[in-house]
């Protein structure tokens, strides 16, 4: 078969690839991951690039190479560049490894999550994190979302293509930590990896199809042990490779870790561990009871599934405030703002909120209604009314929010808004009763905590009840990797924290209807 050159700016990155192939594989192959949301349907559009010399816009889902091409990669079209949270709280454990000889043991703890992967080499004798890296999960080029992934996997071949391609990312990952740290890789003895339900079944070529039916049976919620050997991943092939158990179909073992990293079966008040990721988890309760839920808030909070949304990346605005009865906002990167991420759209509705430019049911106001300072900044996008975040130089709108995006904030808001309330009607208590909220994940990280509370994501709590803990569930990993009496309280909190399925509480639909409104 034919194969054409792919030239990648500003990378540089080359890649010789076969006729007929589509742009997307193409920069995959070439290791730059783009934006994909909606898998190569060819409907998300974050996956645009420019055909170079006229940089003319195409899909790159979509477009099927004939020809050696150039082709320029836009910042924002680009998974690559955006920052991944790798660190979390500190939790110090004592290493328990037994020393079998070498001079050198080395073990590897790994997150996987449906966007980004981390791992982190760890001296196994002193417990010392010797360096991190991160990725993005390259199975994205197959779908934003856990269900995208579900749905790819129903074949065995399918399922076999996304199993190596996280092992590959994995492998990735340890010639980099090796790399930077002058390690040999046979010297790491032990692995842990804790992942959502779906991205371990599918680390360990596990059945998914189940994952995507009512009830949401995981095929395995037990922790599994498998060498290295096995798995094709290239550390030390005797080592033992530690897959933590899950709680349930939807609330995997990354939510056991960042569990066990916070405490949370210690905790004398009621505590509220919030991970926002591409899914939503939720833990909640003390030391006596704890509950957990998951929620389908969907990618809109990560910046998907929103028009100008993106990732965190250069040209983002990452945040929205009020300034003089007008709006300003911070870009990442000093630059012309181009996108939106999280934590700008969150501000973004908050502050529409406080401007009075939506109304309690997430209606865009008529610019007719409100004072000229605002009213300039209602415009008409795609038929429906839009608000201006940000003009260009020349007064043109650079990035707006329609009334669709509001909507898409509203859905996901209230999602996790009713796993908050379903959780505190279990455990019989009110929003006052909570003693403080643990912010996980790189969502988390970065949001405005008024803004949060504002559009009504977080219980209305004084914000200094709301603490951040980072990446919490590669802190529990890696406690997992060192220690033996977290590794058992592991497997201990994965039974004890009681899932609570959604679609049987009979009153869900109303507590989630009554989200909606802000
Ligand atoms: Fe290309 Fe969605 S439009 S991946």
Redesign the pocket.
């Known amino acids: 078969m034919r194969h054409f050159n792919i030239t990648f700016q500003p990378d540089g990155k080359r890649v010789s690839i076969h006729a007929g192939a589509s742009l ?1 594989e193409a920069a995959n192959f070439a290791g730059i991951i ?14 645009t690039v420019l055909i170079e010399p006229d940089k003319k816009q195409v ?4 477009y099927i190479i004939d020809c050696d091409l150039t082709v320029t990669v836009p910042a924002a079209s680009k998974l690559y560049e955006q920052k991944i949270l790798q660190h979390g709280i500190d939790r110090p454990v004592k290493p328990t490894y037994v020393k079998t000889g070498t001079e050198t043991a080395l073990g590897l703890a790994v997150d996987i999550g449906t966007t980004t992967v981390v791992a982190k080499l760890i001296d196994l004798i002193t417990g010392r994190l010797l360096v991190a890296e991160a990725d993005f999960n390259p199975q994205s080029i197959h779908g934003d979302d856990v269900v995208s992934r579900i749905s790819y996997a129903q074949s065995d071949e399918n399922l076999s293509e996304l199993q190596q391609l996280i092992v590959g990312c994995i492998n990735n990952l340890i010639d980099r930590l090796c790399k930077t740290t002058g390690s040999d890789r046979n010297d790491i003895f032990q692995m842990t990896a804790v992942g959502n339900t779906t991205m371990t079944h599918i680390l360990l070529h596990l059945p998914v199809v189940q994952l995507g039916q009512a009830p949401y049976k995981a095929h395995l919620l037990d922790a599994c042990d498998i060498t290295a050997k096995e798995l094709n991943v290239k550390i030390n092939p005797g080592a033992n490779i530690r897959v933590v158990e899950n709680i349930a179909g939807f609330v995997g073992s990354d939510t056991v870790a960042a569990a066990l990293a916070v405490d949370i079966n210690l905790a004398e008040k009621l505590t509220l561990l919030v991970d926002i990721g591409t899914n939503g988890e939720l833990v909640s309760g003390d030391r006596n009871n704890l509950y957990a839920v998951s929620c389908a808030a969907g990618p809109a909070l990560e910046g998907a599934r929103i028009s100008q949304g993106s990732r965190a990346a250069e040209g983002a605005i990452e945040s929205v405030f009020i300034n003089d009865k007008d709006i300003d906002v911070d870009v990442i990167g000093s630059k012309p703002p181009t996108t939106i991420c999280g934590s700008g759209i969150i501000d973004a509705v908050a502050v529409m909120l406080d401007l009075g430019v939506l109304d309690s049911t997430g209606r865009i106001i008529k610019k007719s209604d409100l004072p000229p300072s605002i009213s300039k900044r209602i415009i008409t996008k795609n038929n429906q009314p839009a608000f201006v975040i940000a003009f260009t130089n020349d007064g043109q709108p650079a990035v707006v929010l329609t009334q669709q995006d509001v909507r898409e904030v509203q859905l996901a808001k209230a999602a996790i808004a009713a796993g908050v309330k379903l959780l505190l009607k279990k455990l019989n208590i009110t929003e006052n009763d909570i003693d403080r909220i643990l912010l996980a994940g790189a969502f988390g990280n970065y949001i405005k905590r008024a803004s949060a509370i504002r559009i009504g994501l977080l219980p209305n709590i004084p914000e200094d009840k709301i603490q951040f803990v980072g990446n919490a569930a590669s802190v529990g990993a890696t406690m997992i990797l060192l220690n033996t009496t977290s590794r058992e309280l592991a497997g201990h909190l994965a039974r004890k924290i009681q899932y609570l399925e959604i679609a049987h509480e009979k009153e869900f639909m109303n507590i989630y209807t009554g989200c909606m409104t802000f």
């Open positions: 997307l783009l934006n994909s949301s909606c898998g190569g349907k060819g409907t998300c559009k974050k996956c899909l790159a889902c979509r």
